[in-house]
């Protein structure tokens, strides 16, 4: 597969630009660079100049901050086909957080002068960035609200039932460490462990083959609703 052919298919599994034109998708396939992450690589680290957008072909990345007293947080988990770093987009802009390949990652780099370029030729191309960004904030909010307002438990099961699309996808595979998770839900690992294994006792967590979990959408849905 080719440099573009690889770049539109990793568009195309995206949720706004898999509406473009096809058209459309190979002009932003053109001002794509490709570069490989190693696991644990980084690819850019919070205050440094934002010049870059960048969308994963295959890999997971994560974005985190250090607090003061020097433990990582992670403020978000992005996997195949999702952009991030939309702060690039802006003039004079530093970024945010740092980001941090989970596994081997190969992604998209998207220069911001080329960007640019293309939206004033293209204003439909900049239209779905935006709506990208949108819905990002947006479930950025919820997701806070989630944490704010949950117990452990319920943070456990909100994070189950995200992953699994509200219960369409099934087996799930969590994809990170549990430690990484816990991070992410503003809880210990300890009490991860512990409430996963109170969901297996339940019936409402199972292991599955290849690191894979079953789950029980029904009663994982009558807990959450």
């Known amino acids: 597969m080719s440099k573009i052919e690889l770049v539109k298919e990793a568009l195309k599994n995206n949720p706004f630009f898999c509406y473009l034109k096809e058209e459309h998708l190979g002009k932003l396939a053109l001002i794509g660079e490709i570069l490989d992450y190693k696991k644990g690589e980084s690819i850019f680290f919070e205050g440094e100049e934002a010049h870059f957008t960048y969308l994963i072909i295959d ?19 992005f996997g195949k086909g999702e952009i991030f770093a939309e702060i690039a987009l802006m003039e004079n802009q530093t970024y945010p957080a740092s980001a941090e390949a989970l596994t081997f990652t190969k992604l998209v780099v998207f220069r911001r002068e080329k960007l640019k370029e293309l939206f004033r030729n293209h204003p439909e ?4 960035i935006l709506g990208l960004c949108i819905l990002r904030l947006q479930n950025l909010l919820s997701f806070i609200e989630s944490i704010r307002l949950r117990d452990a438990r319920k943070r456990v099961l909100y994070f189950l039932w995200e992953l699994s699309e ?15 998770i816990a991070l992410l ?5 300890e009490t991860f462990s512990r409430v996963l294994k109170d969901l297996k006792e339940e019936g409402i967590l199972s292991e599955s083959s290849g690191k894979k979990f079953l789950l ?3 009663k994982l849905k009558e807990e959450l609703f």
């Open 166 to 180: 509200s219960g369409k996808i099934n087996p799930i595979r969590l994809g990170l460490k549990k430690h990484q």
């Open 216 to 218: 029980n959408s029904k």
């Open 185 to 189: 839900l503003g809880i210990t690992p």
């Open 125 to 128: 191309i900049m239209t779905s």
């Open 59 to 77: 890999g997971i990345v994560k974005i985190y901050k250090i607090g003061e007293n020097g433990k990582e947080q992670i403020i978000h988990i």
